[in-house]
């Protein structure tokens, strides 16, 4: 496959696509094996870009892309059942919801890239993809869920981001308790934990 190495984590500042693998051709129904396999390898590369966010604040060992995406699907596999909701379909946004990550990497507000540029350079990483995959219907449906995600157009698209945001804070409050070393920062961090609660 003509992509860089999945080991290698993308570059914010300048992402650049890999071009299409010469079997990518468009068909409908389940992607063909060379597809699937050339998808997932680009893939791979969720499992070893670290989150930005939490590499700029020099947090030991922070979580990958893949960590995040991961935690937000099973939220999404145990949350109650909410009235118009399809849980299932929040199982499935959740896993794909930052798969354009993979090409752009995790692109933040610090990077100075507009969003209108982040979104750009998202859609293009997602389209390329959807081509690797083939373009039949699995990517269609990857292409339709992150669209969706990023529109938040749907009820599934508000709980999931919702999702997103609680994943965030879980983290940050598992990091925090790793950092306090005595019983005071623990008991502190944990009333600030709960006056944010009462404030939400």
Same mark, same amino acid.
């Given at each position: 496959?003509?992509?860089?190495?999945?080991?290698?984590?993308?570059?914010?500042?300048?992402?650049?696509?890999?071009?299409?693998?010469?079997?990518?051709?468009?068909?409908?129904?389940?992607?063909?094996?060379?597809?699937?396999?050339?998808?997932?390898?680009?893939?791979?590369?969720?499992?070893?870009?670290?989150?930005?966010?939490?590499?700029?604040?020099?947090? /030991?060992?922070?979580?990958?892309?893949?960590?995040?995406?991961?935690? &937000?699907? #099973?939220? $999404? %596999?145990?949350?109650?059942?909410?009235?118009?909701?399809?849980?299932?379909?929040?199982?499935?946004?959740?896993?794909?919801?930052?798969?354009?990550?993979?090409?752009?990497?995790?692109?933040?507000?610090?990077?100075?890239?507009?969003?209108?540029?982040?979104?750009?350079?998202?859609?293009?990483?997602?389209?390329?993809?959807?081509?690797?995959?083939?373009?039949?219907?699995?990517?269609?449906?990857?292409?339709?869920?992150?669209?969706?995600?990023?529109?938040?157009?749907?009820? /599934?698209?508000?709980?999931?981001?919702?999702?997103?945001?609680?994943? &965030?804070? #879980?983290? $940050? %409050?598992?990091?925090?308790?790793?950092?306090?070393?005595?019983?005071?920062?623990?008991?502190?961090?944990?009333?600030?934990?709960?006056?944010?609660?009462?404030?939400?």
């Amino acid at each position: 496959m003509a992509a860089a190495s999945p080991s290698s984590p993308p570059s914010n500042a300048a992402a650049t696509i890999p071009p299409l693998p010469p079997s990518s051709a468009v068909h409908d129904g389940p992607p063909s094996a060379s597809s699937a396999i050339d998808f997932l390898s680009i893939c791979h590369r969720l499992k070893t870009t670290k989150r930005t966010g939490w590499v700029r604040r020099n947090v /030991e060992n922070p979580e990958s892309i893949a960590d995040h995406m991961h935690r &937000m699907g #099973l939220m $999404a %596999l145990i949350a109650s059942d909410v009235p118009g909701v399809d849980r299932n379909k929040c199982v499935k946004m959740a896993i794909v919801h930052d798969i354009a990550e993979a090409i752009v990497g995790d692109i933040c507000p610090e990077d100075g890239i507009s969003k209108e540029e982040k979104s750009r350079r998202e859609q293009d990483a997602l389209d390329h993809m959807c081509n690797v995959l083939g373009g039949g219907s699995r990517a269609k449906e990857v292409a339709d869920l992150w669209m969706e995600y990023e529109a938040n157009s749907s009820p /599934e698209a508000k709980f999931v981001k919702d999702l997103d945001k609680v994943e &965030m804070i #879980l983290q $940050a %409050l598992e990091y925090e308790n790793g950092k306090f070393q005595t019983e005071t920062g623990k008991a502190w961090a944990s009333e600030i934990v709960s006056r944010r609660r009462k404030n939400n």
